[in-house]
């Protein structure tokens, strides 16, 4: 932080993916195959294969959208360094959780306490996003699309909150809309950025135009050859 020099993206960006590769890497090591050579007792880890596959598939989805995300940052300021910490922070918790539910075999409270994970990291998220869209130019047309992405984000901590209380009815049903918040966000919303590079491309489009020349005074006048 000392010094006049601006932070790197592209530094941020490797730091973040090392960390999410490293949550990947343990939430695979957690796996314990069963010892029977029966297939029954593969069939009786059903709870642990499922649990695992939406984690992964969580955090794989969450790298997606945090690339497209980093795509609009022009420069990395304080507010944006520590939300991505928080971020990252968060998504180291799913592991440990994640493993608790598996070891319970999907009992309610851990299974709760996952759907609260998962919110917090949903709130995050957002936050992070809020941050890099300060960035943006101020521009009416970008505002009602980061409004539209936000009611997004709150759709999505609303299903969150569901799938808390939802644990304790039926644990599958939370996983179920866990699950579903994760289709939601499979395909990043491409749209702001691509109609984010237009509106900046439109502003700077005026700044070449409009510039005064100097008249016209023909050609320069002739030295006297003596």
Request: a neutral charge; one cysteine or more.
């Amino acid at each position: 932080m000392i010094g006049d020099e601006p932070l790197s993206t592209g530094r941020l960006e490797a730091f973040s993916d090392g960390v999410i590769a490293i949550i990947l890497t343990i939430m695979v090591l957690e796996l314990k195959s069963p010892e029977s050579p029966d297939r029954h007792a593969l069939l009786h880890e059903w709870p642990i294969f499922f649990s695992y596959v939406i984690s992964f598939f969580y955090v794989a989805v969450y790298w997606i959208n945090h690339h497209h995300l980093f795509h609009r940052v022009k420069k990395v300021d304080l507010p944006i360094l520590w939300a991505n910490i928080a971020v990252l922070f968060c998504m180291s918790l799913i592991p440990f959780f994640t493993e608790w539910m598996e070891s319970t075999r999907l009992s309610p409270f851990p299974t709760a306490i996952y759907a609260a994970i998962l919110l917090l990291n949903g709130a995050m998220f957002s936050i992070l996003n809020r941050a890099v869209g300060r960035q943006s130019i101020a521009s009416p047309e970008l505002v009602l699309l980061e409004r539209a992405a936000m009611r997004k984000n709150l759709i999505a901590i609303v299903i969150y909150a569901v799938a808390i209380p939802a644990a304790y009815y039926r644990a599958t049903l939370s996983l179920a809309l866990i699950f579903l918040v994760a289709l939601l966000y499979a395909i990043p919303s491409l749209w702001v950025e691509r109609y984010a590079d237009k509106l900046e491309a439109k502003s700077e489009q005026p700044l070449g135009q409009g510039t005064l020349h100097e008249p016209y005074t023909g050609p320069p006048p002739s030295h006297d050859r003596s």
